[in-house]
């Protein structure tokens, strides 16, 4: 629909002043050769009538300019003569969308390497606006929350058997049962990787001493260096902390977990938390402890070798590759 | 997502995409044709078979490497017949053509694409396209079927009611269709177009000189010294090809008779596609196609003489477009454009 209207406003002025001399052009060649319109018209498969339209430039009874271009290039290549120049007098068919633009080809850009910019660029912007929900949001909601939910949190301090740590400010007891505490939830894996994350968010969520867990002390730092060093920046938030008072009921489990090939392992303690979750490596020992009751998984019975509070477990009715799933009490 | 899409859309433009086999075209709004590239990837497989991969080139250099390449990489033309034979990597190329188009921006393009597909194939290969474009970022896909394309982007008057015939021949395919009032009335895709030309070439040079020639040798041949009906001078070519008797590579000369005699089995498949087209055209359009003519379209259109061919087996005018080869990206283009003024009910888009 639209080329309609170009070539109505277009080709009549083109027509009378450009092409005036292509039809007369085509008919002197040829009458010079002598061939009649009749003869022209069979070869090209076209009406006599065509043929002198063309010859007298008569738009009116001409169709659409592309075969109008077509009937002048058949027709100048039947009397032998220079297509292109005849045609250069029409206007193209369709105007406008003829124009190519090159590009160099040098100018590739690398397939891979296009779009990595902004992925990465748009991930890191995430990742940092995500930070700083965390840092800064998440923490006062935390303690809006767990303050109002436990209000006697400071009462917490019965779990002491570990003296409480020299910190030079608040409240020591509160701190050090809370701080034991909450232990297993945060460092639970007592895994010899510490998670590196950790000691990134201080002041909110307080990055309780080390395992406060008896020998061997090769695997744990010493209980009694750290806690100065540990502990002094938490301070200030110490106090809003809650104490978790759940914990405080019966006598801890002291697991120790050898591992003679690799498995998955996930020990939940009475709340629900993770102690030690992950697929852990042929070789690797860990040490943890929770309040019963312990809910085990072992992806690999017998490759675990494990000792509850010093005495061996026996996992010998798992076949070799079976998952264990117990609890102990 | 949709309204971010959205936004980015404002910095990225239009684009009417040519996904040929043979080569790919990309017409930009305002622009014109901005990208004109061969549809052929080269893949680099480093470390043995199952090692990463990564893209070694895409378009003109890969084209370079056809036939060309060491163990570790390998040019390929992710599309044959015209549709898609190899999802990832036709994405692979078209994310390459788009970020080519729009380079220097700083925004990632997200334009509304539009893509023309053979009128013969297959819901499951339009869908393969539509996606294959939706992974490479553009933000809406359109597709419209090939002959229509070509009849807008050569100019015929598709919106009249008579009949226009159009005979687009690319790589892989030939589409002939009869339109009128802007829709197909008529159409068939046979899967003969400038590759199956090639091929025959390929096959006649080892029949009669039992030597073997690649692909782009062939191609050379067809574009130089190939002709769709007998003229008056006799065109030749020196060729160097691997003597199959022998071993070694030997040169010889062809000339065009001989060609024309090698593509006669791909001709007459073309021509009979036509033959049928109108023996199938309802007669009131018929009558118009006979008195105005066929109109040629597409890359292998620029085959000598294949005009006069058609003209003398179907006794009608046959007519070649101006700039055959990017009629099927401009009359996308069109369409884009015809959609944006009146809607997109112009043409059966299928969005």
Redesign the interface.
């Known amino acids: 629909?639209?080329?309609?209207p170009e070539s109505t406003e277009s080709e009549p002025t083109a027509t009378t002043a450009d092409t005036a001399g292509v039809g007369a052009r085509l008919r002197e060649v040829r009458e010079h050769k002598g061939i009649s319109p009749a003869e022209v018209a069979a070869q090209?498969?076209?009406?006599e009538q065509t043929i002198v339209a063309l010859e007298q430039d008569d738009r009116s009874r001409l169709?659409?300019?592309?075969?109008v271009?077509?009937?002048v290039?058949?027709y100048a290549r039947l009397l032998g003569l220079d297509e292109e120049e005849l045609l250069a007098r029409y206007q193209?068919?369709?105007s406008p969308?003829?124009?190519?633009?090159g590009?160099p080809?040098q100018?590739?850009?690398a397939?891979?390497s296009?779009?990595m910019p902004?992925r990465l660029l748009g991930t890191l912007v995430l990742l940092v606006a995500l930070a700083g929900l965390a840092v800064f949001v998440l923490p006062g909601l935390w303690e809006r929350f767990t303050t109002a939910g436990d209000p006697e949190a400071s009462t917490a301090g019965e779990v002491s058997d570990l003296e409480p740590l020299p910190v030079p400010s608040g409240s020591p007891r509160s701190e050090a049962g809370d701080s034991r505490v909450r232990l297993p939830a945060l460092t639970a894996p007592s895994d010899p990787r510490p998670a590196p994350g950790t000691p990134g968010r201080p002041e909110s969520m307080p990055e309780p001493p080390p395992v406060p867990e008896p020998p061997p002390a090769s695997e744990s730092p010493p209980v009694a260096e750290s806690p100065p060093a540990a502990s002094a920046p938490v301070a200030p938030a110490r106090p809003e902390v809650p104490p978790a008072p759940a914990e405080a009921g019966p006598q801890q489990l002291q697991l120790r977990l050898q591992l003679s090939q690799d498995s998955w392992i996930s020990i939940r303690n009475a709340a629900g938390e993770r102690l030690l979750v992950g697929l852990y490596q042929a070789g690797s020992e860990h040490r943890i402890s929770g309040r019963p009751p312990l809910q085990v998984v072992l992806g690999n019975a017998a490759g675990v070798e494990l000792t509850v509070d010093g005495e061996p477990y026996s996992l010998s009715g798992y076949d070799p590759g079976s998952v264990a799933r117990f609890t102990l009490e | 997502m949709l309204g971010f899409k959205r936004l980015v859309g404002i910095f990225s433009e239009d684009l009417s995409i040519d996904l040929g086999t043979a080569n790919t075209l990309i017409y930009v709004r305002g622009r014109g044709i901005v990208l004109n590239e061969p549809s052929v990837v080269a893949i680099r497989q480093d470390r043995g078979p199952g090692g990463p991969k990564s893209i070694a080139a895409v378009g003109i250099e890969a084209k370079r490497m056809l036939g060309r390449t060491p163990g570790n990489i390998t040019a390929i033309r992710p599309l044959k017949d015209g549709v898609i034979a190899d999802f990832t990597v036709t994405e692979k190329m078209l994310q390459h053509f788009i970020h080519k188009v729009h380079e220097g921006r700083f925004f990632r393009p997200s334009p509304r694409v539009l893509i023309c597909v053979p009128c013969g194939s297959t819901q499951v290969e339009r869908r393969a396209i539509k996606e294959s474009a939706a992974g490479a970022g553009a933000r809406e896909v359109y597709l419209i079927e090939e002959p229509m394309a070509a009849a807008i982007g050569a100019g015929m008057p598709v919106d009249e009611a008579s009949g226009s015939m159009v005979l687009d021949i690319g790589g892989g395919t030939s589409e002939v269709a009869v339109i009128s009032l802007n829709g197909i009335v008529y159409s068939s895709s046979v899967r003969i177009g400038g590759d199956r030309f090639d091929e025959a070439i390929i096959n006649y040079v080892r029949r009669n000189y039992g030597t073997l020639i690649g692909e782009s040798t062939a191609e050379r041949i067809k574009h130089e010294i190939g002709s769709a009906y007998p003229g008056n001078e006799v065109k030749e070519l020196e060729v160097k090809g691997r003597n199959l008797a022998q071993g070694v590579p030997r040169s010889f000369t062809l000339n065009s008779n001989e060609i024309l005699e090698a593509l006669q089995e791909p001709l007459s498949g073309i021509v009979s596609a036509v033959k049928t087209a109108l023996e199938q055209t309802p007669p009131e359009l018929g009558a118009d196609v006979a008195e105005r003519g066929i109109v040629l379209t597409g890359g292998s259109a620029l085959l000598r003489d294949l005009d006069r061919l058609l003209m003398e087996e179907t006794g009608l005018p046959v007519v070649v477009a101006d700039d055959p080869l990017t009629c099927v990206a401009r009359g996308g283009g069109r369409a884009l454009e015809m959609m944006d003024e009146r809607g997109g009910d112009v043409f059966s888009l299928e969005g």
């Not at chain 1, 969308?97 to 633009?101: A, D, G, P």
Request: no cysteine.
């Open positions: 629909m639209t080329e309609t090209l498969h076209l009406n169709p659409a300019p592309i075969y271009r077509g009937y290039r058949a193209p068919a369709e969308e003829l124009r190519t633009v590009m080809p100018a590739q850009p397939l891979r296009a779009r902004w």
